[in-house]
């Protein structure tokens, strides 16, 4: 059985994508820490990468091969300031070299290095190889981005593409809702509690708060910034920021200075019934236009998902519960987590294998169950909560115009929100001994559907909106 964490599902990094962005910096970060494991990093003369299948298709969109320049280059995607990542690059660009994990010098033209190829791998659609010339010999590694930051390497084709198998240690290991309510039930725990046993079993307690609170921090930071900046996003889409304008829009005069003073400014303005919507949407526009901009985001299961789990977390804590404190933070992370380690297992994360069903039908399922369990929600609700949500994305495409993370990818963030919220509702006044479809049935229907759905479909920017929109009209 897979031992999913928490924090494999939560995880801080750079926008604007997990697997295209995140992914390819992890994966650029293995190599080199295994050319160091087999002492031949200080003889690699020259490097190259190639990329396949989605990660070439819709990679330079996805930044994919900023990502592949810093992780190469040895900066840290939770701790790079990201104001300097175009610096980085446009100094890699400029000079034709890189500094090899910031200890040595290589010729390194992107332009001719960072290759990309429009044939898929057959293990998963988003591959990549590192070749480095050794001695006047060529080596190469081959990774896969699966989804959320996760990355394996290509000796793991034994397993299947949506389930790498670990050895899992947690005393209560769950792949199932069926598992997950078994142990509820046994222990007389609600999930979050259940969870937190899990987590204790390979970290302490104060390691579990000071790192769910560092990921709040970042999402509240984020959504803060995103409400704070005005302009249009990169990438030549001339797309406009609208959570500036919409927070314009609702904000107080009340005064603030910090991330933290805003949000109690929020909770005490006062909010008419037409503008809970508007709030919910900010937050959640603002989060992934913070990412589609290259900036610092909380992978929630997924970077062009991030927006659905921290606007929801916000619409619990400015709307429904002005006395919400850190507690109440923490049962929510922990719940989200378990929820989308549930689809990871069984189906995937990754829209390059599954669509946007995997990325924002997950986070709104994860934001969903969660929701219901800070509203009072049994875990059978809970668990409630997360099939309806999910159950009303099946099927969702996946068609980036450009490649890039914007249309339709911020607004669907709001969308995904809204549903969370409604999912939510609905499993509180709903008794589970009537419900038709179980959460594991509609994991298994995602799965197939993902594998049913069409190629082009599937963050290639082949077919849908990508290719039924004139860019000249953007």
């Not at 924090?7 to 995140?22: C, E, R």
């Not at 307690?205 to 803060?224: A, G, K, S, V």
């Not at 994305?393 to 890039?404: F, K, S, V």
Request: some cysteine; proline content about 4%; charged content about 20%.
């Amino acid at each position: 059985m897979e031992c999913i964490s928490v924090f494999d599902m939560l995880k801080i990094g750079v926008g604007p994508s997990s697997s295209h962005t995140l992914g390819p910096w992890r994966a650029a970060e293995r190599w080199i820490k295994e050319l160091k494991e087999t002492n031949k990093f200080n003889d690699v003369e020259k490097i190259s990468v190639d990329l396949y299948g989605s990660l070439s298709l819709t990679g330079k969109g996805h930044a994919t091969d900023y990502a592949i320049m810093l992780g190469l280059s040895g900066a840290n995607p939770e701790t790079v300031p990201v104001d300097n990542i175009n610096t980085i690059v446009a100094k890699i660009k400029n000079t034709n070299m890189i500094h090899f994990n910031q200890e040595k010098e290589l010729s390194f033209n992107p332009k001719k290095q960072i290759v990309f190829n429009k044939k898929f791998l057959p293990f998963h659609a988003n591959a990549l190889q590192f070749t480095a010339v050794i001695k006047g010999e060529k080596e190469q590694a081959t990774y896969y981005s699966i989804g959320g930051g996760f990355v394996v390497q290509e000796e793991r084709k034994i397993a299947e593409a949506k389930k790498i198998i670990f050895q899992c240690t947690f005393p209560y290991p769950v792949e199932t809702g069926k598992d997950l309510l078994k142990f509820c039930n046994q222990l007389n725990k609600s999930i979050s509690e259940v969870v937190i046993e899990n987590e204790k079993s390979i970290r302490s307690i104060e390691t579990i708060d000071f790192e769910l609170q560092r990921i709040w921090n970042t999402m509240l930071e984020c959504m803060y910034i995103g409400c704070h900046t005005e302009g249009n996003l990169p990438g030549g889409l001339n797309v406009r920021r609208r959570a500036f304008d919409t927070y314009q829009t609702l904000k107080s005069d009340l005064p603030y200075n910090s991330p933290q003073e805003w949000l109690e400014t929020i909770r005490k303005t006062e909010v008419k019934f037409r503008q809970i919507l508007k709030w919910v949407s900010c937050f959640a526009l603002s989060v992934n236009e913070v990412n589609a901009s290259l900036g610092r985001v909380v992978t929630a299961p997924t970077n062009g998902s991030a927006g659905v789990i921290p606007s929801v977390l916000m619409y619990y804590m400015v709307i429904e519960n002005h006395k919400a404190d850190f507690s109440h933070v923490k049962q929510f992370l922990l719940v989200a987590g378990e929820i989308g380690s549930i689809f990871k297992k069984g189906a995937t994360i990754s829209a390059a294998m599954g669509g946007c069903q995997a990325e924002i039908g997950v986070s709104s399922a994860m934001a969903a169950a969660a929701l219901c369990e800070l509203m009072g929600g049994t875990p059978e609700q809970v668990v409630v909560a997360a099939e309806i949500a999910m159950e009303h994305h099946l099927g969702l495409t996946c068609d980036p115009i450009g490649g890039l993370v914007q249309i339709p990818c911020i607004e669907r963030n709001a969308m995904g929100a809204i549903k969370a919220i409604n999912a939510a509702e609905l499993a509180l006044d709903t008794d589970p001994k009537n419900v038709k479809v179980p959460l594991d049935k509609v994991v298994a229907t995602m799965w197939e559907t993902a594998k049913d759905m069409n190629k082009k479909y599937k963050e290639t920017s082949k077919g849908g909106l990508a290719v039924g929109v004139n860019l000249t009209d953007c």
